[in-house]
């Protein structure tokens, strides 16, 4: 099945090489604890298999890492992904795809929340403490969101990431506008 929104094949084919260089399990063993060819993983590792989110997920499984692992790039320090982007793997029996936004590093705390703005005066946050981050899916209207002296104009759908310990807004510039929060706590 075709990849919908160009999931990170080198990204991919990089962590299941250091993950399972990690593990000291072969490409046949790795193989066979997944359920799948020892062909379909050798091309997966080598950047030219085409994977379905089951095969990622057997692979994530028999890794015991979870399948974030295997398919986030490198974050940088604001990551936006406009809707339709990102790293998304199609399913081999539906029409779906999974679409990683983020994964949470190991001992981090999330609160979610359902952010809800006029256009007017902007949320203008100070400090969080020091290893915070914020996530914000915009889920209707606009916004601008993210560190204050650099903030993303975000449409429905579109994602970004950006540290909360520094000054940071959430601006709404369209009537009832609808965002989801995440806050990330180390």
Aim: with cysteine; glycine share 8%; proline share 10%.
């Amino acid at each position: 099945m075709p990849q919908s929104g160009g999931a990170p094949l080198d990204a991919i084919a990089a962590a299941l090489q250091r993950e399972r260089r990690r593990t000291g399990l072969t490409l046949t063993e790795l193989a066979r604890r997944a359920g799948i060819a020892k062909s379909t993983l050798s091309q997966l590792e080598s950047g030219t298999g085409n994977p379905s989110v089951e095969t990622l997920w057997a692979l994530s499984v028999a890794l015991d890492v979870p399948f974030s692992r295997l398919v986030e790039p490198a974050r940088p320090r604001v990551h936006v992904i406009r809707r339709g982007e990102g790293p998304s793997v199609p399913s081999e029996h539906a029409e779906y795809a999974a679409t990683l936004l983020a994964s949470a590093p190991a001992h981090v705390r999330r609160d979610i929340y359902l952010i809800t703005g006029q256009p007017g005066t902007p949320r203008r946050s100070d400090p969080h403490a020091p290893g915070v981050v914020e996530h914000v899916v915009l889920s209707s209207g606009r916004a601008r969101a993210g560190v204050a002296e650099e903030p993303v104009d975000l449409e429905p759908g579109d994602y970004v990431c950006y540290p909360a310990d520094v000054p940071h807004v959430f601006d709404a510039l369209a009537p009832d506008t609808v965002a989801v929060l995440v806050s990330e706590h180390p």
